[in-house]
């Protein structure tokens, strides 16, 4: 009697909701105790564990009997559907970075590019498994370490895996200081790692002011379909720089993008359900996870090789260190730069140097992001 | 019930009463509507088969129609359209005809091959007698839209095309970047360079013409503290402390 008028969640729990709820809590603890990318990781980990829960129909269209949405699918649908959280966290990334350094040496430029070339191994590693192309170009933007742009991809191209991209970018971006060190060391000698750089010039304010303006111009009118992106960013970049704004500046920096980032992720992380794995199969959820490690690891490897290619034209050289943080997850990616330069000479310090493509991979993540978006959309 | 009513909640009852009275004279003396057919078609009554299709697969689209009026319909004229129909919307496949008794449904169902000029994300248009041939008395809720995405199939010309204009665009967009960047920062370096020298100039000049502009040996030896405090600020941002 009682079970006819009040049913429990407890009856309908199965193997696959419980590995879904392990696997939300293992986010949750890797950003608790491991410390990876907590901001992001945490609203991730919480969203799947409560999208699971049966019976609770939050991540439902239209609740029968009721005919009202989930708060979750509301999250979801007018959030990242509609792309609006995604396209936000980029006026407070713009706010956050500093184009100092790349305004400094602008041929590093080159460097933010070449590791976005891992991307497109990754799109035909994609394709030969059987992904279809939304899906391949996807997955393959993992490689820029660039949560965001990578959400904003998947949920225009292939909304189906869009949980498990993310998932798949917030940990990579966490693992960056894992992944990049050993690419980098297999492809530099020591003699490399060691090359000192030279001071960068100082770069005027007007530099820094015109920079987005310049970018937004050059970029979207070249690559159209990125202008969405590289428009919030460089916004973002000029509440910053114009100096006029500081309490936009500091409110896009703190405020817009905690709030967002924990919606968006926590949106996400609700979009990751039990019924969307069991549709991909275990197997291609897989396939995301090892092509976006590969694409990752492809873009270091190609940013560091490009940077001793330069190294044969140039009579200042580079270290070659920093073409791997031409992979855009910003800062962790210099950072990690700067940690193994210093593991060479600990009085070698590359950081402001790494600062430049690494920034540049932000620009070049969301190029490729247009260009996908471009060609498939 | 009754008690309820009467006892705990007297505002409640009477506002009741008062709204059952209202309702039952509107009723009363509109009527319910008699006569007409209603044809309504919205987004929510539009599914396609698979949202997403290659070029040259079948798209294939069910529609249920339904006639809220309180006249049957007949030899209605249902279409499927590139754009909007009443603004220069192409038919994409033959238009059917359908039948719809009144407070009831009818599903139909149109198929088309999806072609090149339809790739990528397309919005369909649904309508229902677009040439308005049966009075209704709702004219206004006959359209509705779907959403459907046409794809190129993964063969490897178009993989590698893919590939190549990627490189190709990014390459080219940020190489391009790198040098407007350039040229800028040096045109705006060399112009506030030349400033500076200009000011160096006139303040060599000046310091020639009187005594009165001289630095005091204490002012003198705080400005190097101060220029030495901001050079060592500037070193340890460089080194990322």
């Keep these: 009697m009682v079970s006819d008028i009040f049913n429990t969640g407890l009856t309908e729990l199965d193997l696959l909701t419980l590995i879904m709820f392990a696997i939300g809590l293992l986010l949750i603890v890797l950003a608790i105790v491991k410390k990876w990318e907590p ?8 969203g799947i564990v409560l999208t699971n829960f049966p019976l609770t129909a939050m991540f439902v269209d239209v609740v029968e009997g009721f005919g009202q949405p989930g708060i979750l699918y509301i999250l979801y649908n007018y959030g990242i559907l509609w792309t609006l959280l995604p396209v ?3 006026i407070g990334l713009g706010a956050m970075v500093d184009f100092g350094p790349l305004l400094a040496d602008p041929k590093l430029i080159i ?8 991307i497109f191994f990754a799109f035909i590693g994609s394709i030969l498994l059987g992904f279809t192309t939304g899906q391949a170009a996807s997955i393959a933007i993992i490689g820029g370490a660039d949560g965001p742009t990578t959400i904003f991809l998947t949920s225009r191209l292939a909304p189906e895996i869009l949980g498990i991209c993310a998932v798949a970018a917030y940990t990579y971006i966490g693992m960056i200081p894992f992944i990049n060190p050993p690419v980098a060391k297999l492809l530099t000698s020591r003699k490399e790692r060691l090359i000192r750089m030279k001071t960068n010039r100082i770069v005027h304010r007007y530099e820094r002011i015109l920079f987005p303006i310049i970018t937004s111009f050059v970029v979207i009118l070249l690559i159209p379909q990125a202008g969405t992106i590289i428009g919030c960013f460089m916004f973002g970049n000029l509440i910053r720089e114009s100096g006029v704004v500081p309490r936009l500046s500091k409110a896009a920096q703190n405020e817009l993008t905690n709030l967002v980032t924990m919606f968006l992720c926590f949106a996400v992380g609700a979009s990751l359900n039990a019924e969307v794995i069991m549709e991909l199969g275990p197997f291609r959820v897989l396939g995301v996870f090892a092509l976006g490690i590969f694409s990752v690891a492809g873009g270091a490897a190609v940013g560091v090789l490009i940077a001793k290619f330069m190294n044969l034209f140039l009579k200042t050289k580079i270290n070659p260190l920093i073409g791997a943080a031409g992979v855009s997850a910003v800062p962790a990616a210099a950072r990690t730069a700067q940690a193994m330069a210093m593991e060479e000479d600990p009085n070698n310090h590359i950081l402001m140097y790494a600062m430049a493509p690494n920034v540049a991979g932000v620009i070049g993540s969301a190029a490729v992001a247009g260009v996908f978006l471009g060609m498939l959309f | 019930m009754t008690h309820f009513l009467s006892s705990h909640r007297p505002g409640f009852t009477i506002a009741l009463i008062f709204t059952i009275t209202l309702a039952s004279m509107f009723i009363f003396l509109n009527g319910p509507a008699e006569g007409l057919p209603d044809l309504q078609l919205s987004a929510s009554q539009i599914s396609l088969e698979d949202g997403s299709v290659y070029i040259d697969e079948m798209v294939v689209i069910n529609v249920t129609l339904i006639n809220i009026g309180s006249d049957d319909l007949y030899n209605v004229s249902v279409g499927v359209y590139d754009d909007d129909p009443l603004d220069g919307g192409k038919l994409l496949c033959p238009e059917k005809r359908v039948d719809v008794g009144h407070y009831n449904f ?6 088309f091959k999806a072609k090149d000029e339809h790739r990528k994300v397309r919005t369909l248009w649904i309508a229902a007698d677009v040439e308005n041939e049966v009075n209704e008395l709702n ?3 006959n359209i509705g839209t779907v959403p459907l995405r046409v794809m190129l199939k993964e063969t490897i010309g178009f993989v590698l095309t893919v590939v190549g204009r990627g490189i190709l665009l990014t390459f080219s967009s940020l190489s391009i970047l790198a040098l407007v960047v350039y040229a800028v920062g040096y045109v705006i370096n060399r112009f506030f360079a030349e400033k500076e020298k200009e000011g160096d100039e006139n303040e060599d000049e000046d310091e020639g013409s009187g005594p009165e502009l001289q630095m005091s ?21 460089r080194r990322g402390v």
Excluded: C, H, W
């Design chain 2, 106 to 111: 009818t599903m139909v169902n149109f198929t």
């Design chain 1, 111 to 118: 460097l933010g590019f070449a590791a976005q070339v891992g």
């Design chain 1, 88 to 90: 936000l966290i980029f």
């Design chain 1, 39 to 46: 901001y992001e990781l945490l609203p991730l980990g919480m």
């Design chain 2, 139 to 141: 004219e206004n809720n």
């Design chain 2, 217 to 237: 040996p204490v002012d003198d030896n705080k400005e190097r503290e101060e220029i030495a405090a901001a050079s060592a600020a500037v070193t340890a941002y």
